[in-house]
């Protein structure tokens, strides 16, 4: 299975002078636990989570005067499409996080989590343990 198939083409896309409270109003508003943020005075792609959300306010900070900027995590490590689920899924426990942006030339089309990863797995494991049971 490809991170094609698994995907979130549900993209939420923010600038960094977003509040946190803006940004956690829109992720909530898609159902998703991931934006992408784009700076376009360094043309570069980052990703905020809900969990960069919830540090920062367990930090005791305002999340209505924090930029999501600041809070944005700019070393990014970006699939392609045609990138099997175990592939990501190794890129994601190397790099401790669990959200990837997916890029295709160049363009984000996506964001892959654990949980769109999960999604896939469970049932061909079902199938799988039903079949062999």
Known sequence: M?????????????GPAHT???????????RVGAAIVFDPDTSGLGIITERD????????????????GAHTTTDVVFAAPSWTLEEAAAAMTHGGFRHLIVLDGGEPIGI?????????????RQRTTTLTG
């Open 53 to 68: 959300i919830l540090n920062s306010l367990g930090a005791g900070q305002d999340p209505d005067h924090e930029a999501s």
């Open 20 to 30: 946190l409270r803006q940004a956690a109003r829109l992720m909530a508003g898609r």
């Open 2 to 14: 490809l991170v094609r198939d698994a995907m979130s083409t549900v993209v939420l896309s923010i």
């Open 112 to 124: 892959v989590s654990v949980r769109d990863i999960i999604r896939r797995w469970a049932p061909a």
